[in-house]
C-alpha cells in the first residue's frame, strides 16, 4: 500500500505560477512511475503530467506540454509539479499518483491517489 499526501494548490491569477508537492508513504521500496492527474467536475480524468522512478524519461499532456514541469527527489519519496502560466482551463483538483506501470498512470488508471488539492486560476 502507498499512500500519497499533496499539497500546494490554491488560487491564482492567469499566467502566474503555483507549485504542487506530494509526498509518498508506506510502502515505497517499489520502483513506481508518480505524477499528477487532474479533474474537474463531470469530466474524465486527464493525464498531466509523471516520471519515472530514475527520472529518466518525463511524460506530459498536451495541454500542459512546454508550461508545467515534473520532478522527484527519490530521499524525500517526493513529487512535484511546477506549473507555469497558468490558464482558466488548468483550474481542477489535481491528484498525485503512483504505479508500477507507466502507461496506467498516463491512462488515468493508477494503482495509487491521493486525495488531491484544489488549483484555481482566475482574475
Known amino acids: 500500500q502507498v499512500l500519497l499526501a499533496e499539497s500546494g494548490g490554491g488560487l491564482v491569477q492567469p499566467v502566474e505560477s503555483l507549485r504542487l508537492s506530494c509526498v509518498a508513504s508506506?510502502?515505497?521500496?517499489?520502483?513506481?512511475?508518480m505524477g499528477w492527474l487532474r479533474q474537474v467536475p463531470w469530466q474524465k480524468r486527464e493525464f498531466v503530467a509523471a516520471?519515472?522512478?530514475?527520472?529518466?524519461?518525463?511524460y506530459y499532456g498536451d495541454s500542459v506540454q512546454g508550461r508545467f514541469t515534473v520532478s522527484r527527489d527519490n530521499s524525500k519519496n517526493a513529487v512535484y509539479l511546477q506549473m507555469n502560466n497558468l490558464k482558466s482551463e488548468d483550474t481542477a483538483v489535481y491528484y498525485c499518483?503512483?504505479?508500477?506501470?507507466?502507461?496506467?498512470?498516463?491512462?488515468?488508471?493508477?494503482?495509487?491517489w491521493g486525495q488531491g488539492t484544489q488549483v484555481t486560476v482566475s482574475s
Open positions: 516520471q519515472t522512478w530514475d527520472g529518466g524519461v518525463s
Open positions: 499518483a503512483a504505479d508500477a506501470v507507466s502507461q496506467e498512470l498516463r491512462n488515468g488508471r493508477p494503482n495509487y
Open positions: 508506506g510502502n515505497t521500496r517499489r520502483s513506481y512511475t
